[in-house]
């Protein structure tokens, strides 16, 4: 049977209250939602789940990695060659981009599980992520959320094994964003909201069923997108089917996140499933791909270790909706009186993928000292060229020291500069990201996040930070 | 090894004002203070014979001194060791003139830092270069001495609150004792409360806790310590001339404590050493040292043994190092005070210790001086080039 070996869902830290929002345009807001930091896009949120999902797993089982979004930094750049590298994955890893609608996720998962069926894959990690803008005073401003998920697709160790798939095509312009605008924009609600989703979903539904002879009831948790829990409740009645059975999709803690938002509720379902139970999985977007699965004995064992109890309990308020506008650049703010940030150079990046994308320093042969980054000459010992390889990325880490620096160039200062030392050796001086400044102390557990570092030159530049460590 | 001691002696000196010296441009500051120099030593221009420009960002290349003096065609060389710049303009005469290249040496230090218009220096992203990637830290000077401070609080159990206060003194010292120089950037006192009460820059360093930028210029004139009375009655002789680079290892190694300045330690023992040195608090009459920041100040303190470690915060409480205490630190203000145009602050350091020496420090002077030390420290706590030098008024 092939379907699924390990999944993990990823939110942001950072939650907006819509209430907030709405204090801004002098409306009202229930809820929230989640919101990347500054330093966040969908490659880093897709990095941040697909560790989660590999935490079991020896990478080197894994030789396919699909990246689906809707938002992805580049539309020329392959972002899963980018995940690849940063997962310290071979060249011969077959990586694939996937995007289009709020259905590439499980377009990837499909293409996943062709390819594993087809021989031409063993296991085949699936990353979904999108950070969606609505325009500001609008209602996917309010409605939108940001978020990722990550599942490891394979034939051997099979926790819910993927046992048809549907799929139904759609020519309609109801939720769209072309390459020239930097919003997604939706035609009138009720089109949206009857023609589209309220159309195609229920009619994809009752086609698969039909097609593989099953019920509704059949099914423990039915988890579908919804651009929101009004029309979630709409379908759901539409299609006569007990609400406790139908997966809460948290419109109202994490928003719609798009593409990933069916694989994250899917989560949900699964780290609460018993084996035996079966599950119907239903996205959207220009038509509807439709999954049925089945939870096998393993499926606790694969519970993962930050899951929506992790996620909906662990979280920072943007304290306020100006603050949103700075991170996402909605708004141009006075720039300050310092040195312009300056270009990296591609080839130094290049030169750098070991470590500065997998965070790889080195480990002396002679004294046994790890450093990063990685040295020629040994800072404890002087050996010349006598060194291993030496993961950072993985290890425990403490504060050491930090300042909260308002001077050094950042998009919302104060930076938090911290030095972190590593269990086993090994320190490095580097920012932190996803704090309180008014929660940082030495001694404090750090683990290390992949993040964007800058962006000049027209392109990404992607490294590291340190962040608290709250499990 | 012979080492420095009294084979290399200072005949004249020049500082120009420091300060926001909107109207003048770098080669008028050069002008300003070597044209002093010249006549503090009673030489003509055309004795030189070999030059050192120090200057940190200003220009590139000996070239801008010639071209600022009409210097005829002698060797001049560019240095650069961050702060330490100048002071290593001056290391550079006094070994050429020490190793018998030539008798009569002049170093320069410069920087017109205030033409860019920003607030800090300029050389932010230099520091995160990382080999053209960029993957380093975000980078301010307040920043990085900050986490100095953090754990120098943490580690010798003050609160911030307790730990900003005994910084705090610091700055009020230096700008009490600035106001008594009149080439200072800044010529006003400040209170420990308005230090207190000012604006965050980097945690826990506040606005007044941080040197500003400035613009300056100063230059030493010096000459074979056998030749130097034939100048001058007074000469003052180079006793140590020490510089310690670091290798990165506070970035990088867990066992950097983040609560002293290896570089000033090692510069600062060799410098001891050369100079026959065995209780600096008891024998160093007076020192200039880089106050960047207010934590550096104290740090230093103890980095050069005039304080035991943890011990300084007792001794700038006590009024130690003030003007009138048993080591004067900073006399003349210090880089918090009389400002820090890179290049030149270690050669304005100098010409304070000069001046001091020689009993000409007016409203500063300090009794009976007989052994003076300059520090500067480029670059941060975690990675630096260090500078110390010592100079007496007398030989032996």
Same mark, same amino acid.
């Given at each position: 049977m092939t379907g699924i070996v390990s999944y993990a869902p990823y939110l942001p830290l950072y939650r907006l209250s819509r209430a907030e929002i709405g204090r801004a345009w002098g409306t009202g807001g229930k809820g929230e939602k989640a919101v990347a930091a500054h330093d966040e896009d969908s490659l880093t949120m897709a990095v941040a789940a697909a560790q989660a999902c590999l935490k079991k797993v020896d990478t080197a089982r894994v030789d396919a990695l699909f990246f689906a979004s809707t938002t992805a930094p580049y539309m020329e750049k392959q972002c899963a060659a980018t995940i690849a590298a940063v997962l310290n994955m071979p060249t011969s890893t077959y990586t694939c981009d996937f995007g289009g609608s709020l259905r590439c996720g499980t377009n990837a998962l499909r293409a996943a599980v062709d390819a594993v069926n087809a021989g031409s894959a063993r296991n085949v990690l699936v990353c979904i992520a999108d950070c969606r803008l609505g325009m500001p005073n609008g209602g996917n401003e309010m409605a939108f959320g940001d978020g990722a998920a990550a599942y490891l697709i394979g034939s051997e160790g099979v926790v819910a094994s993927i046992d048809s798939m549907y799929t139904m095509s759609d020519e309609i312009i109801d939720v769209f964003r072309s390459d020239r605008e930097r919003y997604v924009k939706t035609w009138e609600v009720r089109f949206v909201r009857d023609d589209g989703h309220g159309r195609v979903v229920p009619q994809a539904i009752r086609a698969a069923l039909e097609k593989s002879g099953q019920s509704l009831d059949t099914f423990a948790k039915v988890v579908m997108y919804s651009p929101d829990a009004r029309q979630l409740a709409s379908v759901t009645k539409m299609l006569k089917l007990d609400p406790e059975r139908v997966q809460n999709t948290y419109f109202n803690e994490f928003g719609d996140t798009g593409s990933p938002q069916v694989l994250i509720s899917l989560a949900a379902a699964l780290e609460s499933a018993s084996p035996g139970d079966k599950m119907l999985v239903v996205s959207y977007g220009n038509g509807s791909d439709v999954l049925t699965l089945t939870a096998t004995d393993g499926i606790a064992s694969a519970k993962p270790s930050r899951g929506m109890d992790y996620y909906l309990n662990t979280k920072l308020q943007v304290p306020t909706y100006e603050k949103y506008l700075r991170w996402r650049r909605i708004v141009e703010l006075e720039p300050p009186a310092t040195a312009p940030l300056e270009q990296p150079s591609p080839v130094a990046l290049w030169r750098d993928n070991k470590s500065g994308l997998d965070l790889h320093g080195v480990k002396c042969k002679v004294c046994g000292t790890p450093q990063y980054p990685a040295q020629r000459v040994c800072m404890e010992c002087g050996a010349k060229d006598n060194f291993e390889d030496y993961s950072f990325s993985d290890k425990p880490a403490v504060l050491a020291t930090f300042s909260h620096d308002r001077?050094?160039?950042?998009?919302?200062?104060?930076t938090t500069v911290a030095a972190v030392d590593f269990e086993g050796g090994g320190r490095i001086t580097i920012d932190m990201t996803d704090r309180d400044p008014e929660e940082v102390r030495i001694g404090m557990p750090i683990e290390m996040v992949f993040r964007i570092l800058r962006y000049v030159g027209g392109f990404y530049t992607y490294w590291w930070k340190a962040r608290p460590k709250r499990d | 090894m012979d080492g420095i001691k009294d084979r290399v002696a200072i005949i004249g000196m020049g500082c120009s004002k420091f300060g926001? #010296?909107?109207?003048?441009s770098a080669d008028d500051m050069i002008v300003d203070s070597v044209y002093e120099a010249y006549e503090d030593a009673g030489i003509d221009p055309k004795d030189i014979q070999a030059a050192w420009l120090g200057t940190y960002v200003t220009e590139w290349t000996g070239q801008m001194l010639s071209r600022a003096l009409k210097l005829d065609y002698i060797p001049v060389t560019r240095v650069e060791n961050a702060c330490a710049t100048g002071s290593d303009a001056l290391r550079n005469a006094c070994y050429a003139v020490a190793s018998g290249a030539c008798d009569i040496a002049l170093a320069v230090g410069v920087e017109k830092l205030k033409d860019s218009g920003y607030s800090g220096l300029p050389d932010f992203e230099l520091f995160r270069r990382q080999q053209n990637t960029y993957r380093t830290r975000t980078y301010s000077p307040p920043g990085h001495f900050a986490m100095m401070a953090t754990k120098y609080f943490d580690r010798y159990g003050l609160s911030p609150e307790e730990g900003k206060r005994i910084i705090g003194q610091i700055a009020v010292k230096n700008h009490h004792n600035g106001a008594l120089a009149p080439k200072a950037h800044f010529q006003s006192e400040v209170t420990l409360e308005k230090v207190l009460a000012a604006p965050m820059v980097a945690w826990p360093l506040g606005l007044f806790d941080c040197c500003g930028v400035s613009d300056g210029a100063a230059a030493a004139i010096v000459t074979r310590a056998d030749m130097a009375k034939n100048f001058r009655p007074d000469p003052i002789y180079l006793k140590a001339l020490q510089i310690a680079v670091g290798p990165y290892e506070g970035y990088m190694n867990p066992k950097f404590d983040w609560t002293h300045v290896e570089e000033t330690v090692r510069a600062g023992e060799r410098a001891y050493a050369e100079a026959g040195i065995k209780n600096p608090r008891e024998e160093i009459s007076i020192a200039e040292v880089h106050d960047c920041f207010t934590i550096t100040e104290l740090v230093i303190m103890e980095d050069l043994k005039f304080s035991e470690r943890g011990k300084a915060p007792e001794d700038v409480e006590s009024g130690f190092f003030t003007l009138e205490g048993g080591l004067p630190v #900073?006399?003349?203000?210090g880089l918090k005070c009389f400002g820090h145009p890179i290049g030149a602050s270690g050669l304005r350091m100098m010409y304070e210790v000069y001046k001091q020496l020689q009993g000409k420090a007016d409203k500063r002077q300090v009794k009976n001086p007989k052994l003076g030390l300059t520090h500067n420290l480029g670059g941060t706590p975690a990675t630096a080039s260090v500078s110390v030098i010592i100079a007496g008024n007398e030989k032996g």
């Amino acid at each position: 049977m092939t379907g699924i070996v390990s999944y993990a869902p990823y939110l942001p830290l950072y939650r907006l209250s819509r209430a907030e929002i709405g204090r801004a345009w002098g409306t009202g807001g229930k809820g929230e939602k989640a919101v990347a930091a500054h330093d966040e896009d969908s490659l880093t949120m897709a990095v941040a789940a697909a560790q989660a999902c590999l935490k079991k797993v020896d990478t080197a089982r894994v030789d396919a990695l699909f990246f689906a979004s809707t938002t992805a930094p580049y539309m020329e750049k392959q972002c899963a060659a980018t995940i690849a590298a940063v997962l310290n994955m071979p060249t011969s890893t077959y990586t694939c981009d996937f995007g289009g609608s709020l259905r590439c996720g499980t377009n990837a998962l499909r293409a996943a599980v062709d390819a594993v069926n087809a021989g031409s894959a063993r296991n085949v990690l699936v990353c979904i992520a999108d950070c969606r803008l609505g325009m500001p005073n609008g209602g996917n401003e309010m409605a939108f959320g940001d978020g990722a998920a990550a599942y490891l697709i394979g034939s051997e160790g099979v926790v819910a094994s993927i046992d048809s798939m549907y799929t139904m095509s759609d020519e309609i312009i109801d939720v769209f964003r072309s390459d020239r605008e930097r919003y997604v924009k939706t035609w009138e609600v009720r089109f949206v909201r009857d023609d589209g989703h309220g159309r195609v979903v229920p009619q994809a539904i009752r086609a698969a069923l039909e097609k593989s002879g099953q019920s509704l009831d059949t099914f423990a948790k039915v988890v579908m997108y919804s651009p929101d829990a009004r029309q979630l409740a709409s379908v759901t009645k539409m299609l006569k089917l007990d609400p406790e059975r139908v997966q809460n999709t948290y419109f109202n803690e994490f928003g719609d996140t798009g593409s990933p938002q069916v694989l994250i509720s899917l989560a949900a379902a699964l780290e609460s499933a018993s084996p035996g139970d079966k599950m119907l999985v239903v996205s959207y977007g220009n038509g509807s791909d439709v999954l049925t699965l089945t939870a096998t004995d393993g499926i606790a064992s694969a519970k993962p270790s930050r899951g929506m109890d992790y996620y909906l309990n662990t979280k920072l308020q943007v304290p306020t909706y100006e603050k949103y506008l700075r991170w996402r650049r909605i708004v141009e703010l006075e720039p300050p009186a310092t040195a312009p940030l300056e270009q990296p150079s591609p080839v130094a990046l290049w030169r750098d993928n070991k470590s500065g994308l997998d965070l790889h320093g080195v480990k002396c042969k002679v004294c046994g000292t790890p450093q990063y980054p990685a040295q020629r000459v040994c800072m404890e010992c002087g050996a010349k060229d006598n060194f291993e390889d030496y993961s950072f990325s993985d290890k425990p880490a403490v504060l050491a020291t930090f300042s909260h620096d308002r001077l050094g160039a950042s998009i919302d200062p104060p930076t938090t500069v911290a030095a972190v030392d590593f269990e086993g050796g090994g320190r490095i001086t580097i920012d932190m990201t996803d704090r309180d400044p008014e929660e940082v102390r030495i001694g404090m557990p750090i683990e290390m996040v992949f993040r964007i570092l800058r962006y000049v030159g027209g392109f990404y530049t992607y490294w590291w930070k340190a962040r608290p460590k709250r499990d | 090894m012979d080492g420095i001691k009294d084979r290399v002696a200072i005949i004249g000196m020049g500082c120009s004002k420091f300060g926001e #010296n909107w109207d003048k441009s770098a080669d008028d500051m050069i002008v300003d203070s070597v044209y002093e120099a010249y006549e503090d030593a009673g030489i003509d221009p055309k004795d030189i014979q070999a030059a050192w420009l120090g200057t940190y960002v200003t220009e590139w290349t000996g070239q801008m001194l010639s071209r600022a003096l009409k210097l005829d065609y002698i060797p001049v060389t560019r240095v650069e060791n961050a702060c330490a710049t100048g002071s290593d303009a001056l290391r550079n005469a006094c070994y050429a003139v020490a190793s018998g290249a030539c008798d009569i040496a002049l170093a320069v230090g410069v920087e017109k830092l205030k033409d860019s218009g920003y607030s800090g220096l300029p050389d932010f992203e230099l520091f995160r270069r990382q080999q053209n990637t960029y993957r380093t830290r975000t980078y301010s000077p307040p920043g990085h001495f900050a986490m100095m401070a953090t754990k120098y609080f943490d580690r010798y159990g003050l609160s911030p609150e307790e730990g900003k206060r005994i910084i705090g003194q610091i700055a009020v010292k230096n700008h009490h004792n600035g106001a008594l120089a009149p080439k200072a950037h800044f010529q006003s006192e400040v209170t420990l409360e308005k230090v207190l009460a000012a604006p965050m820059v980097a945690w826990p360093l506040g606005l007044f806790d941080c040197c500003g930028v400035s613009d300056g210029a100063a230059a030493a004139i010096v000459t074979r310590a056998d030749m130097a009375k034939n100048f001058r009655p007074d000469p003052i002789y180079l006793k140590a001339l020490q510089i310690a680079v670091g290798p990165y290892e506070g970035y990088m190694n867990p066992k950097f404590d983040w609560t002293h300045v290896e570089e000033t330690v090692r510069a600062g023992e060799r410098a001891y050493a050369e100079a026959g040195i065995k209780n600096p608090r008891e024998e160093i009459s007076i020192a200039e040292v880089h106050d960047c920041f207010t934590i550096t100040e104290l740090v230093i303190m103890e980095d050069l043994k005039f304080s035991e470690r943890g011990k300084a915060p007792e001794d700038v409480e006590s009024g130690f190092f003030t003007l009138e205490g048993g080591l004067p630190v #900073n006399t003349d203000g210090g880089l918090k005070c009389f400002g820090h145009p890179i290049g030149a602050s270690g050669l304005r350091m100098m010409y304070e210790v000069y001046k001091q020496l020689q009993g000409k420090a007016d409203k500063r002077q300090v009794k009976n001086p007989k052994l003076g030390l300059t520090h500067n420290l480029g670059g941060t706590p975690a990675t630096a080039s260090v500078s110390v030098i010592i100079a007496g008024n007398e030989k032996g």
